[in-house]
């Protein structure tokens, strides 16, 4: 290939239509980019795509969202070029006094909007502020209970192939046959295994946490009470759904999901934990680094300090409570098209569609055929899945980044039909159980997603929808 000229993009298991392809695409955002458009013709056409991807399809993934412009102006700034081991007022590298201000600022910030004494807002990510708690607060070996994976926790919540199971005891605690916590289990486990530390909070969970029934059962047996609140942090900031702080000793939170801001973490800790153990945050902070990260991306800190001042607006308020209506509508309009949800409905931003009763592993047909026609969503597992993690039987879904981009409750409708007419016509379609046949199966099945002319008319469909509405950092 000749220098400077942009490579093929890698080949989706289907090709749009030509008709949808020359339409052209909306206007992008290339003021950010316009040196990478002469530079690096390569990146510059990937960061172009991806764009119009987004732009052009509509994210139902729960867990992701379109962050504002002025989000990441802040993480594509010079902040990205320094090092600051170490905390404010205690750097192992000359030239911080300015990122002091900016870390402060932002832990300022933190600890405002939730309401608590202490902020880190150094970890990567937040599978590493999750194993940060444990580091910090466990012996290796001791005992910890979570959510298992298989019923909506995460990895780190002590799943068997993640380092946080192998490290410490993990025991993994369910939710019942209607979908919502087994608190019954929880306080039988804890009383019999007395763990050191209970995580509550998931990643497919469609219903509020009960806070305070987790608080009286740590309480029993003295253990940390830690609340991950990854999924729901942008609406319990925005007031939508019930906060934690009182009832827990720590919070960690992506700062990336309906919080909207860049991808990060924090680790909170709360009145409440400080009283139970007054070396609570330095424990934190000492674990983050030395004990487990090098330097902080300050940039990431720059625009999590955005987001955070966003979040505490009325605007974002509006947002955080539109999320959860348009999710219960979407839910709504589901079950009237037949479909079936884990725990019947939603409190929150996602809804879990359990496809069991058309047959088991089915979450990928949807996913694949969703995607096909611009709707981004993810298999999932449900609980007690009848099929394989990698072939489940559920399709998680979320409104916090159509949401974002200003649809409402009839979109949600619009939305769901969307997904019930790909429902209808992939009736007829099963994944079966048998390892050779279900490869046959899914081959024929990914021709007809490239041919069958039904999916060139939805996508055609769902990208008009999208036109009305840019997403935000790029319009
Ligand atoms: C509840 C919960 N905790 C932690 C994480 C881990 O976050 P990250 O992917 O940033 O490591 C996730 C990610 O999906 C999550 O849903």
Redesign the pocket.
Same mark, same amino acid.
Do not use: I, V
């Given at each position: 290939m000749a220098h400077g000229q942009p490579p093929p993009l890698p080949t989706p298991y289907f090709q749009l239509p030509a008709s949808i392809l020359s339409t052209p695409p909306i206007p992008f955002c290339t003021l950010l980019r316009m040196s990478i458009k002469q530079t690096d013709a390569e990146i510059f056409e990937l960061l172009r795509a991806e764009e119009q991807r987004q732009q052009e399809g509509l994210t139902l993934i729960p867990?992701e969202n379109h962050t504002s412009r002025e989000v990441l102006e802040a993480l594509s700034s010079v902040f990205s070029d320094k090092y600051a081991e170490g905390y404010p007022g205690r750097r192992y590298y000359a030239g911080n006094d300015i990122a002091d201000r900016l870390e402060s600022l932002v832990q300022e910030r933190a600890k405002a909007l939730f309401g608590v004494p202490y902020a880190n807002v150094q970890p990567y990510?937040?599978?590493?502020?999750?194993f940060a708690v444990l580091l910090a607060l466990l012996e290796p070996g001791d005992p910890f209970m979570g959510l298992d994976l298989l019923h909506g !926790? *995460?990895? =780190? *919540?002590g799943w068997k192939a993640n380092a946080t199971s192998r490290l410490w005891k993990s025991i993994p605690y369910h939710v019942d046959a209607n979908g919502r916590i087994d608190l019954a289990e929880v306080e039988a486990m804890t009383l019999a295994e007395k763990p050191k530390l209970i995580w509550c !909070? !998931? /990643?497919a969970l469609p219903r509020a946490i009960p806070f305070s029934d987790f608080s009286r059962i740590a309480d029993t047996v003295g253990a940390y009470l830690v609340a991950?609140i990854? *999924?729901i942090s942008g609406l319990i900031a925005g007031g939508a759904h019930e906060s934690p702080v009182s009832h827990v000793h720590a919070v /960690?939170t =992506?700062t *990336?999901?309906t919080l909207r801001g860049p991808?990060g973490?924090m680790i909170l800790a709360t009145e409440k934990g400080i009283k139970k153990d007054p070396e609570l945050p330095q424990k934190i902070d000492k674990t983050i680094i030395p004990g487990l990260q090098g330097g902080p991306h300050l940039n990431t800190i720059a625009a999590l300090g955005v987001a955070l001042k966003e979040a505490s607006t009325p605007a974002f308020a509006e947002y955080a409570a539109r999320v959860v209506e348009n999710a219960r509508t979407l839910a709504d309009a589901l079950v009237e098209s037949g479909f079936t949800l884990v725990s019947g409905g939603t409190d929150n931003h996602l809804l879990l569609l359990d496809l069991t009763p058309g047959g088991s592993g089915r979450g990928v047909l949807f996913h694949e055929a969703l995607e096909r026609i611009g709707i981004y969503t993810n298999k999932n597992t449900v609980p007690n899945d009848p099929s394989s993690p990698f072939y489940p039987s559920g399709l998680r879904i979320g409104t916090p980044a159509v949401t974002t981009r200003g649809m409402s409750a009839t979109d949600m409708k619009h939305i769901a039909s969307f997904i019930a007419q790909v429902g209808e016509h992939l009736k007829n379609v099963s994944i079966p159980p048998d390892a050779a046949e279900r490869k046959s199966a899914l081959a024929a099945f990914r021709e007809t997603l490239a041919t069958d002319p039904f999916y060139d008319t939805l996508r055609a469909d769902v990208r008009s929808l999208c036109l009305r509405y840019p997403i935000p950092g790029a319009a």
């Open positions: 867990s990510s937040g599978s590493p502020a999750n !926790g *995460h990895l =780190t *919540h !909070g !998931g /990643t991950d990854s *999924h /960690t =992506t *990336h999901k991808r973490a």
